[in-house]
């Protein structure tokens, strides 16, 4: 059964010193946005933000990044399958976010059509969700002060 919580992972990859970013194009909508999904009933977010990205990238990491922004998303926009076990007074459901370094190639689930990896500002410029920039703006000042 669907948690009321939804996961967004930011997969990222260190090259010759560079950070680029994978952004995924969406299979039933024309737009661009991070490694997205709903978590399962007894999950933690972390457990199904590493579920999430093997079942839509085929990635696996043991470098995640559990990161501060958080982000409330209508729960209209989940389907009525998954909301009606839900309280029926759930209007929003709380989105939280982490990055991951990905050293596996990615494999696309049926998902997504492609995807790119970008530098920051490419990968900023191509989202489409506030929430997606946030987390990205978040998990590339992380990254760099690590570097």
């Given at each position: 059964m669907r948690s009321a919580f939804q996961i967004l992972a930011i997969p990222y990859q260190i090259i010759d010193g560079s950070l680029f970013y994978c952004v995924f194009h969406r299979a039933d909508f024309n737009q661009w946005q991070f490694i997205a999904g709903g978590g399962e009933e007894g999950e933690t977010s972390l457990e199904a933000a590493k579920r999430e990205t093997f079942e839509?990238?085929?990635a696996q990491s043991d470098k995640?990044?559990?990161?501060?922004?958080?982000?409330?998303?209508?729960?209209?926009?989940?389907?009525?399958?998954?909301?009606?076990?839900w309280r029926k007074d759930t209007y929003v459901?709380?989105?939280?976010t982490f990055g991951f370094e990905?050293?596996?190639?990615?494999?696309?689930?049926?998902e997504h059509t492609e995807f790119v990896w970008l530098n920051y500002d490419e990968a900023l410029k191509k989202l489409?969700?506030?929430?997606?920039r946030t987390a990205l703006?978040?998990?590339n000042c992380r990254l760099k002060v690590r570097q």
């Open positions: 839509e990238s085929g995640w990044v559990e990161l501060k922004s958080l982000s409330y998303i209508p729960a209209e926009v989940i389907s009525e399958k998954h909301r009606k076990y459901i709380p989105e939280y990905c050293k596996d190639d990615i494999k696309l689930s049926r489409k969700w506030d929430s997606n703006y978040e998990l």
